[in-house]
């Protein structure tokens, strides 16, 4: 590293950033993408404030002085990427000790707020959700839907889980499946690890995956009672799957035995919500319940119960690094003691 580089201090951080991530392995277009966002940042701020304010003074009001300022110049999509390269940069020179705090952590949370509602949604309330689940059966379609409902995860990411990815508080299941949870689940009973690293073409425990995962950070979410309930009856009647990586949910007809796919787990949600009138073909997103309403329901919800943005954002795994680390190490403390005391119960009066 040069020395104008060097020590906690240097006097270009942007360029202290760039250089690692050199050091990184990323590529030159990698480089020059964030080194044209930060320096774009840089120039707004000696021209805003008319003083030599730099990237390490930048206060979350300066930040978001910048992302208005891009408003009606780009699409909105690139305000985004323009954003999460603003708080990547400031997330590792927190890390690193350089800057003290990321002032675009509230601003990227307030972004995605907005982003996340959506008055053209159909609302339905927990009453009636709860009568649309009392009509379901089938022990797979009632766990893939509760799954959804009560973890708030994408499909790709309910059809990429593994029996290792499951852990459950319980001797029957235990005798039962040889598998073992994975080594992250040793301490959290009764939860779910969803990866951030599948992709769809990839071998991943054995088995090439026809689905993406789209975290941000690996996740483990909480299993209360009643999701417990709907899994263990489930896995009482799961065929034996050919596959090495044993996929938690597998076909009980046609495909036998083989990984659910997105596909099948859409046709799924899309038969039971068109029997209560919620799902017409060729309907749009603010009429049909598809898989992501769930996961639409479950944001809003859990939002309004426990009003902390930031445990939601975390169980959806939309969070980066800098946040997400604080729920991870006091997981059962905050999180599982949050989610337990605020999730919504399908079957009951809670």
Not at 213 to 228: G, H, M, S, W
Not at 293 to 314: M, N, P, Q, S
Not at 316 to 334: C, F, K, L, P, S
Request: charged fraction near 30%.
């Amino acid at each position: 590293m040069s020395a104008s580089q060097s020590g906690d201090n240097p006097e270009d951080p942007i360029g202290y950033f760039l250089e690692d991530l050199t050091f990184h392995g990323k590529t030159e277009r990698t480089r020059e993408g964030y080194g044209r966002v930060l320096r774009r940042f840089e120039s707004f701020l000696a021209d805003r404030t008319g003083e030599a304010t730099t990237p390490a003074e930048a206060t979350h009001r300066d930040c978001m002085a910048w992302v208005h300022s891009l408003r009606g110049t780009v699409a909105d999509s690139t305000i985004a990427s323009y954003a999460a390269y603003l708080h990547r940069f400031y997330a590792y020179m927190t890390q690193v000790g350089v800057f003290e705090a990321n002032p675009m952590t509230l601003v990227v949370e307030e972004m995605d707020e907005t982003i996340e509602k959506d008055p053209q949604r159909r609302e339905i309330g927990l009453d009636r959700m709860r009568s649309f689940v009392a009509d379901i059966h089938h022990p797979l379609d009632r766990a893939l839907i509760l799954t959804l409902l009560k973890t708030g995860m994408r499909v790709g990411e309910l059809c990429n889980l593994d029996l290792r990815d499951i852990a459950l508080d319980d001797g029957e299941i235990a005798v039962a499946f040889e598998t073992s949870p994975r080594p992250q689940l040793d301490t959290r009973p009764d939860s779910l690890y969803v990866d951030s690293t599948p992709s769809r073409g990839e071998v991943v425990n054995g088995e090439e995956r026809t689905a993406s995962n789209k975290r941000k950070r690996a996740t483990v979410i909480p299993v209360d009672e009643e999701l417990k309930t709907a899994l263990k009856r489930w896995l009482a009647v799961r065929p034996d799957s050919r596959s090495p990586a044993e996929p938690l949910f597998v076909y009980t007809a046609g495909e036998w035995g083989d990984r659910l796919t997105p596909r099948a787990v859409r046709n799924v949600v899309s038969g039971h919500a068109r029997e209560m009138g919620w799902y017409r073909t060729g309907g749009d997103a603010s009429e049909n319940v598809t898989p992501h309403y769930f996961r639409h329901f479950f944001t809003t919800h859990l939002r309004e119960r426990t009003g902390d943005r930031g445990i939601v954002k975390y169980l959806r795994g939309d969070v980066a690094e800098d946040i997400i680390d604080t729920y991870t190490h006091n997981w059962g403390d905050q999180v599982r003691e949050t989610y337990e005391a605020n999730i919504y119960s399908i079957s009951g009066r809670r």
